[in-house]
T-cell receptor
Framework: AQSVTQLGSHVSVSEGALVLLRCNYSSSVPPYLFWYVQYPNQGLQLLLKYTSAATLVKGINGFEAEFKKSETSFHLTKPSAHMSDAAEYFCAVSVGGRRALTFGSGTRLQVQP | GAVVSQHPSWVICKSGTSVKIECRSLDFQATTMFWYRQFPKQSLMLMATSNEGSKATYEQGVEKDKFLINHASLTLSTLTVTSAHPEDSSFYIC?????????????FGPGTRLTVL
């Protein structure tokens, strides 16, 4: 079975600082990996996805993530945080024929002025 | 785009009553829809997967007689919480995918907040 671990339930950065949200996965087969963002009382919006093409994936709002098989990681980064980036971020995985997503526990990003 | 709507966005009901939540794909046909449940400050937990015209597949521990899912068309899935109790209070989120590839993006609805008194 696949799983996702997000290190750090809360991350706080200053506006303009680097954002790094960590995600490690466990899967016995090549995974498909996703990052979603959730604003309060809203559904999830896809930031980016890895589907076995390029290992460095660029997403919306300036976010990107790098798939590292040797480290079983898919960390999310953004060079310069903006106040509007404050939200909950979820890493998710799907494998093989199972199209449902398995989500990590989420990381709440706070951006300080 | 690929827009998924949910109705209602929030609902308050009395214990013992049933509540129906609708999930619609507005501008695409969804071969598969998923229902998730999210408790406060927690992650999303998959409840069931439904394919149009067939019975839903429920995750372990999810009572299929309590959480009735109907996927009658390619644009509509419904979740009915039967005989709701306070412990069923949660944020229910649906998602829809366009085709059957495993990596295909899921498009999420805005969620429905259920409060059972």
């Amino acid at each position: 079975a696949q799983s996702v671990t997000q290190l750090g339930s809360h991350v706080s950065v200053s506006e303009g600082a680097l954002v790094l949200l960590r995600c490690n996965y466990s899967s016995s087969v090549p995974p498909y990996l996703f990052w979603y963002v959730q604003y309060p009382n809203q559904g999830l919006q896809l930031l980016l996805k890895y589907t076995s093409a390029a290992t460095l994936v660029k997403g919306i709002n300036g976010f990107e993530a790098e798939f590292k098989k040797s480290e079983t990681s898919f960390h999310l980064t953004k060079p310069s945080a903006h106040m509007s980036d404050a939200a909950e971020y979820f890493c998710a995985v799907s494998v093989g024929g199972r199209r449902a997503l398995t989500f990590g526990s989420g990381t709440r990003l706070q951006v300080q002025p | 785009g690929a827009v998924v709507s949910q109705h209602p966005s929030w609902v308050i009901c009395k214990s013992g009553t049933s509540v129906k939540i609708e999930c619609r794909s507005l501008d695409f046909q969804a071969t598969t829809m998923f229902w998730y449940r999210q408790f406060p400050k927690q992650s999303l937990m998959l409840m069931a997967t439904s394919n149009e015209g067939s019975k839903a597949t429920y995750e372990q521990g999810v009572e299929k007689d309590k959480f009735l899912i109907n996927h009658a068309s390619l644009t509509l899935s419904t979740l009915t919480v039967t005989s709701a109790h306070p412990e069923d209070s949660s944020f229910y989120i649906c998602s829809a995918s366009k085709d059957r590839t495993s990596y295909n993006e899921q498009f999420f609805g805005p969620g429905t907040r259920l409060t059972v008194l």
